[in-house]
């Protein structure tokens, strides 16, 4: 009996001696497993937060005069972040406006002095052409009144040949009678008939020139009545007045553009860039006193918290993401956070994936890249390009 209770207690230590190492590496197999299901569990894929990313420049050649914030500092949008002098040292622009000034004023005091001159000469003009114009009317009147006294002249005239004429046709009745009484000769007889000829024929003259005259009458009696009834312009004084006064008011507005080109000029010897958006300074590019460029960066301003996260999920797993389906985005560290998102947007194409997701440096990795937009990110606190996790919820 004793050595049978011998045999079974050397039996019970062998086995316990052999199983002891088999459940530890069980144990150990068991734990290494559960670690790596636990880890593909929490993260499927990986992801870079991004922000908006602004680089500072000037849009013209000059010199840095003033930086107002330095690196990594903080700026508000609108915000003055540089001062550039975008002026050419050896630039002459200021005193060619200036020098234009002048000339302007010169001649807006050439053409004040114009005025009473002006005046002056345009209101003796009208009296003259007014004295000139009471003239002619007068021209014209005189001549309607000497066609009428030359019309009455005429017409007693004719009217006193005309007597005439009778009484020598009587004269020559009578001188008829006697010569055919041979009382007196008749040479007499013809010399009465010859005068009675003449009178007659300068009554016909006479009427022929009465009749003319009563035409000139008439004409003249029309050209008096259109003298007076045409609207005879005379200079206006004022009008020509507000002629120089408008050259005056041109030249004006000239020097009122000199004015402000001069003030362009000026604003050009600091011109203040303005933040365009709320970040952090994260690059400083320029020295104060150095040479900026159009195409030559300043600075570069990076939003302060991210607004957005760019995954990329295996292109053999591409089919399983879709937008508008909830994922976790998970904060890797010491401190795990994560907060529920939806898929905003997906890429069109295989894309390689940053060299900070890949996990080896030397073996590039491509992935369907897909965007991920919360508001709420900034409950996670992440830094812009930052390395998050994204997995199913």
């Given at each position: 009996m004793a ?27 068991i ?11 929490r ?11 602004h ?14 914030a ?20 050896n630039?002459y622009?200021?005193?060619?406006i ?25 209101s003796?003009q ?11 009317a ?31 046709n ?15 000769d ?13 009178l ?30 045409a ?14 006064r408008?050259?005056i008011?041109?030249?004006d ?14 604003s050009?010897?600091?011109?203040k ?37 760019v995954a990329?999920?295996?292109e ?13 985005v ?17 890429g ?46």
């Amino acid at each position: 009996m004793a050595r049978r209770n011998s045999k079974s207690h050397e039996f019970s230590s062998s086995m316990t001696h052999h199983i002891g190492p088999v459940v530890v590496w069980l144990v150990a197999v068991i734990c290494v497993v559960a670690l790596f299901y636990q880890r593909s569990q929490r993260i499927e894929v990986l992801g870079l937060t991004r922000g908006r990313v602004h680089v500072v420049a000037s849009a013209a050649a000059g010199r840095l005069i003033r930086m107002a914030a330095g690196l990594f500092e903080p700026v508000q949008q609108g915000q003055v972040v540089a001062v550039v002098d975008t002026l050419p040292d050896n630039d002459y622009a200021r005193a060619l406006i200036q020098e234009r000034q002048e000339t302007i004023k010169a001649q807006m005091k050439h053409l004040a002095a114009q005025l009473l001159p002006t005046q002056e000469r345009l209101s003796a003009q009208a009296v003259n052409q007014e004295t000139s114009r009471a003239a002619d009317a007068r021209r014209f009147a005189i001549d309607v009144e000497n066609a009428r006294l030359r019309i009455l002249e005429l017409r007693t005239r004719i009217e006193t040949d005309r007597i005439t004429a009778r009484a020598l046709n009587a004269e020559i009745e009578i001188t008829r009678e006697l010569v055919d009484q041979d009382v007196i000769d008749a040479s007499e007889l013809q010399r009465v008939q010859l005068e009675q000829d003449g009178l007659r024929a300068m009554i016909r003259e006479n009427e022929l020139l009465l009749a003319q005259t009563q035409a000139n009458q008439a004409q003249a009696t029309e050209r008096l009545n259109q003298f007076s009834l045409a609207d005879v312009q005379t200079p206006s004084v004022e009008n020509a007045l507000e002629v120089i006064r408008r050259e005056i008011e041109v030249h004006d507005k000239r020097l009122h553009e000199l004015l402000v080109e001069l003030s362009a000029i000026e604003s050009r010897k600091a011109v203040k860039i303005h933040a365009p958006f709320d970040g952090i300074i994260s690059q400083v590019h320029g020295t104060v006193g150095g040479v900026v460029d159009v195409n030559q960066p300043i600075l570069t301003i990076t939003q302060d918290r991210p607004s957005e996260v760019v995954a990329y999920i295996n292109e053999t797993l591409a089919d399983e993401i879709e937008v508008g389906m909830e994922v976790q985005v998970v904060k890797m560290g010491v401190e795990v956070k994560m907060i529920l998102c939806e898929v905003s947007s997906i890429g069109p194409r295989i894309e390689q994936l940053p060299q900070q997701l890949w996990r080896s440096p030397t073996l590039p990795q491509w992935g369907l890249p897909f965007l991920i937009k919360s508001d709420s990110l900034d409950l996670l606190d992440l830094a812009v390009g930052e390395k998050v996790g994204v997995r199913r919820p």
